[in-house]
């Protein structure tokens, strides 16, 4: 079981993220930890949003090297696009579990806005079709139905919260942003994830291998080890049971 707490954020860039439905229903980013982490340890779960793009194989390998699980959040289009990396994923199930991250990467908000330049789902209809046509996708492409949905963005209308949960789906909030949609230098991101501390959710992405802060992904990933840390899926959020 994990946690899931829904605090507002403000919005840095405010401007870009107007109209939306009216202020009560503002866009959240949910916080998710991991519930009950055995105390006196490191116990963390990395996922990675395979957004449309193309697949880090610096930070796949690091992670099949060392036997480091990871949650895959992957949209219908970077599937189509990347047919080697979903393999590769796919391949090595131990490690990797696949959830659905929508089918065209659209943001779970009302309103005729857009957040980080990319328009938002607008009505409950188009954020149900986005929901369940990556989950069906996701079902073709590996036989298995996803348990968790998260966001384009990270960013949701309170109000499609429960229309999200009725599809079936948990949301998968995070708590630490590694990469801050890959848009961070390698050292940085490596410090970000180093810091992370018992029952932390983390999110970074795995679909910038042009960028640098796939390399920092990695990096932080070994220094956790280094430390003791203890890797978990979502689904499995105690590693010793």
């Known amino acids: 079981m994990c946690r899931l707490c829904l605090p507002r954020r ?8 107007l109209p939306f439905a009216p202020a009560s229903d503002a866009p959240i980013e949910p916080r998710l930890r991991l519930a ?3 105390p006196g340890s490191l ?7 395979a957004c449309p793009g193309a697949f880090d194989t610096r930070i796949a ?9 990871a949650t895959i959040f992957v949209t219908a289009m970077w599937m189509q696009r990347n047919p080697a990396g979903l393999a590769l ?13 929508g089918a065209l990467h659209i943001p779970p908000v009302l309103g005729g806005g857009s957040i980080y330049g990319i328009k938002c789902a607008g009505d409950l209809d188009a954020i ?5 046509d990556g989950a069906t996708a996701i079902v073709n492409a590996t036989g298995g139905m996803p348990r968790w949905y998260r966001g384009a963005t990270g960013f949701y209308s309170p109000s499609a919260l429960p229309t999200i949960r009725k599809l079936g789906f948990g949301i998968a909030g995070y708590f630490l ?28 992405h795995i679909n910038q291998p042009g960028r640098p802060s796939g390399a920092g992904v990695a990096a932080g990933v070994l220094d956790l080890l280094s430390r003791g840390a203890r890797f978990c899926h979502l ?7």
Request: hydrophobic fraction near 40%; avoid cysteine.
């Open 10 to 17: 403000a919005f840095l860039a405010a401007p870009a993220l």
């Open 36 to 38: 009950n982490p055995p």
């Open 43 to 49: 116990n963390v779960a990395l996922t990675l949003d």
């Open 61 to 69: 390998n690091t992670l099949i090297e060392h036997s480091v699980p």
């Open 89 to 101: 994923l796919l391949a090595h199930r131990d490690l990797f579990v696949i959830e659905n991250h």
């Open 128 to 132: 149900r079709r986005e929901v369940s």
């Open 177 to 204: 942003n590694g990469d801050h949609g890959a848009s961070l230098p390698a050292g940085t991101v490596a410090r970000r994830i180093t810091g992370a501390t018992n029952g932390d959710v983390i999110v970074a």
């Open 235 to 241: 689904d499995q959020p105690d590693p010793s049971a």
